[in-house]
């Protein structure tokens, strides 16, 4: 997996260290967290060669992923890290399964008797684990690269443990705000929730021409998101739209106007598409003809309306292109 794109793509900033995985085998079924027990006062970048390199006895990268108490990540190594070392095969099989334990290794009094490196991918939180709290956005960092990892791997929350669950040699990790496990892991099966359905941000409305106005006090129409994809609002129907055909507009979607059954949606480029009984309004010829009339398009398009005849394409500098509306499909 390669952890910058991945955490990136979920919003979370990462600064990119990576190294090669250490030698042997890496099949992760698991996110595993730890703190570094490191002192406040320590600066994240001296750490890193740390991480990467390892140290006497312990061979680097030693960790994934490092998060500091700035509430950003520094990625080590997209492979295999010694970060788990000697742990419960019993606990790597419940992680493995997706049923990681509430309880520690300790309290369940498990030995240790394989080694976790293979299994886990690792996330050092800068703490010192002796009663500092994390600071503003680191908690929201960790949960939000840990869902974007289950994600990617396909895991619940169940898939995600502490050093503490797997050895009973360990207690990390441990701050003063670190809720509970079943409350840890129901927060980031929010976020893996949050980061599936992004909520949709809209840059046009259009009505639908005869809609009136519902006893719900709404009208009913499509809403339309930058990347084209149309939600029918309050009893309309769907039409169709750029997610649904795999479309990935050259410029953003910029307006939505609205035929008795169907709809245009227009790109900052002066780019039109069409859905339901929408008519294609020009050939590509027709609207680079337009353009040229029109002296060019010197400022992207901004919004748009239509006439009985004509779909009129805005540029922000005041440029109209108006489309005629022909009836050829
Ligand atoms: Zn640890």
Redesign the pocket.
Known sequence: MDLVATLREAGCEVEDHRVPGARGRFDPVGVLW??TASDPRADPISSIALYTRGRQGLPGPVVQLLLGRDAKFRAISDGRCN?AGRCSKKVINEIKGGAAPVRSAAARNLRDTTVGNRWLIGI?VENDGIGEDLRPGVWEALLCATAAICRAQGWAAGHVAG?LHITRR?I?PSWPSLPSWVEARAQIQAEIRRQANPPLEFVDFSPRPEAKLRPDGLVEGWAVTAEGRVQAQHGTRHYGDLKGLGIVPDEPIVAICGTRHGYWLIAADLGVFAFGDAPVPSTHAEVMEIIRAAGGLASPVVSASRTDELLIPFAGDGGQFPLPISQRR
């Open positions: 730890h703190h970060h050092e050093h360990k990390d």
